[in-house]
Structures are given as structure tokens and as C-alpha cells.
């Protein structure tokens, strides 16, 4: 019973690259989202979806990209590394709207990525 | 301001002890809330929702203040095993999820 599997976990990047960050849900939930966790802050929406082919906007979207071509996966691309996107990022997903169902939100284990 | 705010701590306690701390969030018109725990490097996991009215589980009691938009973790007979970060999770009538940065407890032998 894999949940959501979150890769890699630990990454280090230097300013200006890219990278994306696996996120694969065996569950078949329709909704997943990406947050990220900072010294001090709650955690913050980066992008979510609600089914395939459907991606939207979080709280923090700058620098980030998403895609949701299936049920399953929902990567996050980081297009040109910053050292303002140092941070944990966890993948979530919930077989329902969020909002009525935190109950059944599913984190993946979190990625650790430093931007030097 | 933050939407949801929570004492950062650390609650540095003993074992037995009780401890407790809250939540306040600045939507009046918020609707459902909640507590995930959190360990060290590791996800989220649900704790217990909290309900008008109160509720229990086991030595964990949250309370839901409306008037004064709070919500509370109270912890009875502390464990080791409680050492961790409370996050609180407050959902609003726009179907907004908003975390708390959390607040560390440190249980001591």
C-alpha cells in the first residue's frame, strides 16, 4: 500500500537549474496539491488539481509548474532554481475536495531541496 | 496578518505533565479545524478534528472557541512519544485550507 510517493528526497541544486519533483498517488484520488514548508510558516499551496487535465493556482505558484496528465502523477517543476525556493516540499492527495474531506488527506514522506 | 496563527513554543514538559495551547484564526467565519501532528522530518498526520462542542481522544482534548476564534490542543499524561510539532488546520467558508506553522512540545524523562 504505496499512499503517495514523493521523489526524490533530498536535493541540493545550484542557482538556475531545473528540476522536477515526483509525486505519484496509487489511490485513485482526484485531487492533489503541492505545499511547501518554511522555518516558521505554515504550510503554503504551490499548485493543485482537481482530475486530470486540470491544474490551478496556490498561495505561492511563482517559479513553479505543474501538469496533471494522468490520475496517478502530479510533478512539480522548478524552472530556474532560486535560493528563495530552499525549502521542504510535500506532495498531498484526497480522494475529494479538500475542504470536506482533510480527513483523507494523504501526504507523500516531504523533499528536502537547498538551492546554493 | 497570518490566517491562522499558533504559539511557536517550544513547550518543554515532563512526563505526566499536561500541557496545552492554542490556535487563533482571523476568519469569524471559518468552519471546520483541525490538529495534524507532525514528527521531526517526517509528514502531517491527522491528529483529531475539532468540533463545537469538544471532543476527546484518549489523553488529547480539543476545544473550539468561536467567540474568541481559537481553537485549543490540550495534552493530559504526557508521553515521550508526544514530542513532536502540532500543526492546527483551519478550513473557511470559502473552502480555503490554511495551516498554522505549529507549535514544538518536547516531552523530557
Known amino acids: 500500500n504505496a499512499g503517495v510517493t514523493q521523489t526524490p528526497k533530498f536535493q541540493v541544486l545550484k542557482t538556475g537549474q531545473s528540476m522536477t519533483l515526483q509525486c505519484a498517488q496509487d489511490m485513485n484520488h482526484e485531487y492533489m496539491s503541492w505545499y511547501r514548508q518554511d522555518p516558521g510558516m505554515g504550510l503554503r499551496l504551490i499548485h493543485y488539481s482537481v482530475g486530470a487535465g486540470i491544474t490551478d493556482q496556490g498561495e505561492v505558484p511563482n517559479g513553479y509548474n505543474v501538469s496533471r496528465s494522468t490520475t496517478e502523477d502530479f510533478p512539480l517543476r522548478l524552472l530556474s532554481a532560486a535560493p528563495s525556493q530552499t525549502s521542504v516540499y510535500f506532495c498531498?492527495?484526497?480522494?475529494?475536495?479538500?475542504?470536506?474531506?482533510?480527513?483523507?488527506?494523504?501526504f507523500g514522506e516531504g523533499s528536502w531541496l537547498t538551492v546554493v | 496578518r497570518k490566517e491562522v496563527e499558533q504559539d511557536p513554543g517550544p513547550f518543554n514538559v515532563p512526563e505526566g505533565a499536561t500541557v496545552a495551547f492554542n490556535c487563533t484564526y482571523s476568519n469569524s467565519a471559518s468552519q471546520s479545524f483541525f490538529w495534524y501532528r507532525q514528527d521531526c522530518r517526517k509528514e502531517p498526520k491527522l491528529l483529531m478534528s475539532?468540533?463545537?462542542s469538544g471532543n476527546e481522544d484518549g489523553r488529547f482534548t480539543a476545544q473550539l472557541n468561536r467567540a474568541s476564534q481559537y481553537i485549543s490542543l490540550l495534552i493530559r499524561d504526557s508521553k515521550l512519544s508526544d514530542s513532536a510539532t502540532y500543526l492546527c488546520?483551519?478550513?473557511?467558508?470559502?473552502?480555503?485550507?490554511?495551516f498554522g506553522a505549529g507549535t514544538t512540545v518536547t516531552v523530557r524523562a
Open positions: 488546520v483551519v478550513i473557511s467558508n470559502d473552502y480555503k485550507l490554511s
Open positions: 498531498a492527495s484526497s480522494p475529494g475536495p479538500v475542504v470536506v474531506s482533510t480527513r483523507a488527506i494523504y
Open positions: 475539532v468540533y463545537s
